[in-house]
């Protein structure tokens, strides 16, 4: 089991940027399927962003060119920066990751964009 505990949320308005980190509780060398997910109140849960180990990223056409994925594994954590933020990327973001072929989830934080 890995816990991932997600920091960086918060209040900011439109056009303006934050950095979500994900930090896991073992080594991210050994978690694969890194992604993050993002589940606006009222609508399932969607997938924004993935890296792989080797560090080939993909991103949902909603957040391409705005959003930007990277593994740092000498901080052992897995980034989410975010530009040109828009009301409709409200939601509440989820770190997720795979070791040993369980899926594992953070417990979330609250982007909210808005003026």
């Known amino acids: 089991q890995v816990q991932l505990v997600e920091s960086g949320g918060g209040l900011v308005q439109p056009g303006e940027s934050l950095t979500l980190s994900c930090a896991p509780s073992r080594s991210i060398a050994v978690i694969n399927g890194m992604a993050w997910y993002r589940q606006i109140s009222g609508k399932e849960r969607e997938w924004v962003a993935s890296v792989v180990s080797g560090g080939a990223t993909n991103y949902a056409d909603s957040v391409k060119g705005r959003f930007t994925i990277w593994r740092d594994n000498a901080r052992d954590r897995l980034t989410l920066q975010m530009n040109n933020l828009k009301p409709e990327d409200t939601a509440v973001y989820y770190c997720?990751?795979?070791?040993?072929?369980?899926?594992?989830w953070g417990q979330g934080t609250q982007v909210t964009v808005s003026s």
């Open positions: 997720k990751g795979v070791y040993r072929g369980r899926t594992c």
